[in-house]
């Protein structure tokens, strides 16, 4: 019989191969197939049993065929399964990428010097380095005609390229994403469903304090030019999100709304301006002038 690969061997590498081939085949993005789908452990599971259990069967068929053997043959069959495993090819590649001479061949390559004594063997050089100077002359090559002569791109050119990318990618994303909003970037924004969201969050948290129509109470007129602690988007947002000066009640909102929601209160509290409350309070602070 052959002597085969023993099993504590040949089930790992199986497995590992068709771990591998899955992994290169499933589509996953940066996250390792089994990870992004775990549903893949269930096969790569399903896949281990399978292979134990064909490795049971293969032995109850040797055993039952062992059982159909003449008694001399068994005893041919144990003598044969009883020896190790020989590890014959990877002793022969390794032999054979040394390329060592035995240590009795070793008269063949001796120099006829001798230096009180110390002789030396003209040993070849080992195959396994010369391949790899061989593989490095090929890649040297490749390299130069690819990146000096034909110029592929660099690293630098590389990273720059990258980058470019990456921002164009971050203009779209930023675009998309109108929660990605703070005091330096806000703009006013005018689309009926904001005024309108913004609307329903004044209405449920501002009036208490600003009043319905924005003309003032325990907090200042939010209609009139005057503006305590500056007025523009840019300010009211950042007003609304850090809150006013310590101690007159006019806490930070950022503990409570979103940077969206910020922005649209804002937009609408900043399109109250210029109407006229039933009741106004008396202005407060600067009068603002400068457009945002
Ligand atoms: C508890 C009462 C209270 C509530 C509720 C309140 N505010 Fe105020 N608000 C104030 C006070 C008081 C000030 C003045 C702060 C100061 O003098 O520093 C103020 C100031 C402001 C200012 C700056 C005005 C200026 O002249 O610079 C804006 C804008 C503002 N509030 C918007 C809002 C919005 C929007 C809400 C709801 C999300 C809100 N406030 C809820 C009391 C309140």
Request: hydrophobic letters at 45%; charged letters at 20%; one cysteine or more.
């Amino acid at each position: 019989m052959k002597n085969n690969m023993p099993w504590w061997i040949r089930i790992p590498v199986i497995f590992f191969l068709i771990f591998g081939l899955m992994e290169f085949a499933i589509e996953s993005g940066d996250q390792p197939a089994f990870i992004a789908y775990p549903i893949t452990l269930f096969f790569l599971l399903f896949v281990l049993f399978l292979l134990i259990a064909i490795e049971l069967i293969l032995r109850s068929i040797e055993n039952v065929m062992y059982h159909t053997l003449s008694k001399e043959a068994q005893q041919r069959y144990l003598a044969n399964s009883s020896k190790p495993y020989q590890w014959g090819w990877a002793k022969r590649l390794l032999a054979k990428m040394t390329g060592n001479k035995p240590v009795e061949e070793e008269a063949e390559i001796i120099l006829d010097h001798n230096y009180d004594g110390i002789k030396e063997l003209d040993n070849n050089l080992p195959p396994w380095w010369v391949y790899m100077f061989y593989a490095s002359i090929i890649f040297g090559i490749v390299y130069m005609a690819r990146y000096h002569i034909f110029n592929g791109d660099n690293q630098d050119v590389e990273y720059e390229k990258e980058v470019a990318a990456a921002q164009i990618d971050i203009a779209e994303y930023k675009k998309n994403a109108k929660g990605l909003v703070d005091a330096s970037t806000v703009e006013v924004l005018t689309e009926a469903s904001d005024l309108k969201a913004g609307e329903a969050i004044y209405q449920s948290n501002c009036v208490a304090c600003h009043m319905a129509d924005g003309g003032g109470g325990i907090g200042p007129n939010l209609t009139d030019d005057h503006w305590i602690i500056g007025g523009g988007i840019k300010n009211i947002f950042s007003t609304i999100s850090e809150g006013g000066r310590a101690g007159k009640g006019m806490i930070a909102w950022k503990q409570s709304l979103k940077p969206l929601e910020i922005a649209q209160v804002a937009s609408y509290v900043y399109a109250l301006h210029g109407q006229t409350p039933a009741n106004p309070k008396d202005p407060e602070g600067e009068i603002w002038t400068e457009e945002p």
